[in-house]
């Protein structure tokens, strides 16, 4: 089980970091992402994170501006959002334990691994 927490309304330029908390057996040793949905749109990619923290990945629109991390005591995943811009307005989910892959820098999500969604709404 995921639990996220974080997100809410913002104005452009500003930041939020949305957190995902999870069991050790879920945490422990698996990459973790980071996804979005916007409104009328499908669930993309946002951020992916390597077990031990050492590799991550971004999609293009957010690279500069988001930062993924993790806390491996504390069983948590991070994607702190600055700069943020209103087309980043969606329904962000946290993913556990799916597949980190480096020839195409993202991450593929477990199906079964998905918190339960923080609404981020960016207004100009």
């Known amino acids: 089980q995921l639990v996220q927490s974080g997100g809410g309304l913002v104005q452009a330029g500003e930041s939020l970091r949305l957190s995902c908390a999870a069991s050790?057996?879920?945490?422990?040793?698996?990459?973790m992402g980071w996804f979005r949905q916007g409104p009328g749109k499908e669930r993309e990619f946002v951020a992916g994170?390597?077990?031990?923290?050492?590799?991550?990945y971004y999609v293009d629109s957010v690279k500069g501006r988001f930062t993924v991390s993790r806390d491996n005591f504390k069983n948590t995943a991070y994607l702190q959002m600055n700069s943020l811009k209103p087309e980043d307005t969606a329904v962000y989910y946290c993913?556990?334990?799916?597949?980190?892959?480096?020839?195409?820098?993202?991450?593929?999500?477990?199906?079964?691994?998905w918190g339960q969604g923080a609404q981020v709404t960016v207004v100009p």
């Open positions: 994170i390597s077990w031990n923290g050492d590799t991550t």
């Open positions: 050790e057996r879920t945490f422990n040793n698996n990459a």
């Open positions: 993913n556990a334990n799916g597949l980190l892959r480096t020839d195409h820098r993202d991450y593929v999500p477990r199906t079964t691994n």
